[in-house]
């Protein structure tokens, strides 16, 4: 058997790679409890893979104006081996554990990809003992799939994105009698954007490859996964839109000196305004821009009420800006109101923990 100690080096290269191009992007710093007491009291652990290689033509799917293609294959045999160490080195850094360690060949005997199983009795006894650990965290199965999809913008210009998405499933064994193990799934997902270009190669070739986005959503999954078991602070990503609006840019610019009650009442005169009221022809383009420019203003005050501590009024802007970015009927609009429901689910994650003190 082989054991991996976390003084090994795995270069990670994929870490290097770039989120979503928006149009502002910085991070804030939170202190987390762990979100879950599942190895409370663990002293040792060992982290087990009991996963199955994904099938290469399994998960893929490409859009192109509109029409849905076949045929992608993508080699993802590192998929597991990159999130279960980015999860074991995140429990090991964390100095939550005397020792955390990961076993990285898998224990599962099946050839069936599509048919989960879980470790027997007899096997995680015997991980215990020759371990001498207090629990077993074991990975049964990761799933990584991905849309990438390319389209004319409302512009005339190019734009393409991938999304990737990961799904995982994890036993929980310990060594006491007295604590009952139990399974959970765990999932995460990452989004990439080329922005506008002349030509869908150039659109393209900003994103990265398939396999590259999805082995690096896979360590990511297993550092956030370790993330919520600990205590630890994180880095939070966040995006400001931007705009030609007057308005919008003095809202930034009042944002980047952390004026944040200053900098919403600028992206509230936008707000205000939404739309416009003239239906001549003439007035057309304007009105949509100035839609546009709403949905922006609207994203922005949900960030500049979150870091004012007012979950409920950042989540109440989250929500407005995602009808307002679906109400665009733009392909890029629609893009921005899956990012935006992304990022209200984590603001009422933090409401629900506000409440709850």
């Known amino acids: 058997m082989k054991l991996l100690k976390l003084y090994i080096v795995l270069c990670l290269l994929l870490l290097a790679l770039p989120m979503a191009a928006q149009d502002w992007y910085f991070s804030i710093d939170e202190y987390r409890e762990p979100e879950q007491a599942t190895l409370q009291g663990v002293q040792r652990l060992l982290v087990v893979n009991n996963a199955l ?165 896979a360590s990511v999954l297993g550092e956030d996964l370790g993330r919520s078991m600990v205590h630890t602070w994180v880095s939070v990503p966040r995006y400001l839109y931007a705009d030609s609006h007057e308005a919008v840019q003095a809202g930034l610019n009042a944002f980047r000196y952390q004026r944040w009650e200053e900098a919403i009442l600028y992206w509230q005169s936008v707000v205000n305004t939404e739309g416009g009221k003239s239906s001549n022809r003439s007035n057309r383009s304007k009105r949509g821009k100035d839609k546009k420019a709403a949905a922006v203003a609207t994203a922005n005050i949900a960030i500049a009420y979150e870091l004012l501590g007012d979950y409920s009024s950042a989540c109440d802007y989250a929500s407005e800006a995602s009808r307002l970015f679906g109400a665009l009927k733009t392909a890029w609009g629609r893009q921005q109101q899956v990012n935006i429901r992304y990022y209200l689910e984590q603001l009422r994650a933090k409401q629900a923990k506000e409440g709850a003190r």
């Open 53 to 217: 290689v994904q099938p290469e033509d399994f998960g893929h799917s490409t859009v192109v104006d509109g029409q849905h293609q076949n045929g992608v294959s993508v080699k993802l045999d590192r998929a597991l081996l990159y999130a279960m160490f980015s999860l074991t080195r995140t429990l090991d850094e964390s100095g939550d554990f005397i020792s955390a360690e990961l076993l990285d060949i898998s224990q599962n005997t099946s050839t069936n990809f599509y048919n989960r199983q879980t470790l027997s009795a007899q096997r995680v006894r015997g991980l215990l003992l020759e371990y001498e650990v207090d629990a077993l965290l074991v990975l049964n199965q990761l799933i990584v799939y991905d849309v990438l999809e390319s389209f004319i913008a409302e512009e005339g210009d190019q734009f393409a994105y991938i999304q990737a998405f990961a799904q995982s499933h994890w036993s929980v064994y310990y060594a006491d009698a007295n604590k009952m193990d139990y399974s959970f799934t765990y999932a995460d997902t990452l989004v990439w954007e080329s922005g506008l270009t002349y030509t869908r190669a150039q659109a393209l070739n900003k994103l990265p490859s398939r396999q590259e986005a999805l082995l690096y959503l």
